[in-house]
């Protein structure tokens, strides 16, 4: 069983910047694969970045490639979601979620075993 927390969201002027974090429970954190995903009122979730369990592999949806970057740190079981250059169309409910499969399709939801409650971000113009 993996417990996941998620912290960082809040209000920020469109152009900022925001750092999640992620915090998983359990001593097999590094044997996950994370990702992360979010959903906008009235619309379906969406996948914004994964990472695989040793870092090496990050992927990304177009829509944040360049401005996001995901990160973890086994050590502290932690996964990080590092926002810049912030716009509207990125306000969203963000939640962080982990796979042990090594294989996951990593934007697919139903791939992943644990979902965190999530953390509100709001980009204002």
């Known amino acids: 069983q993996v417990q996941l927390v998620e912290s960082g969201g809040g209000l920020v002027q469109a152009g900022g910047s925001l750092k999640l974090s992620c915090a998983a429970s359990?001593?097999?954190?590094?044997?996950?694969?994370m990702g992360w995903f979010r959903q906008a009122p009235g619309k379906e979730r969406e996948f914004v970045a994964a990472i695989s369990w040793s870092g090496g592999g990050t992927y990304y949806a177009d829509s944040v490639r360049g401005r996001f970057t995901i990160s973890r740190d086994n050590a502290k079981n932690t996964v990080y979601l590092q926002m810049n250059s912030l716009k509207p169309e990125d306000t969203a409910v963000y939640s962080c979620a982990a796979t042990s499969n090594a294989y996951a399709r990593y934007a697919k939801t139903d791939e992943y075993d644990y979902w965190g409650q999530g953390t509100q971000v709001t980009v204002s113009s």
């Open positions: 359990g001593r097999t954190f590094s044997s996950y694969a």
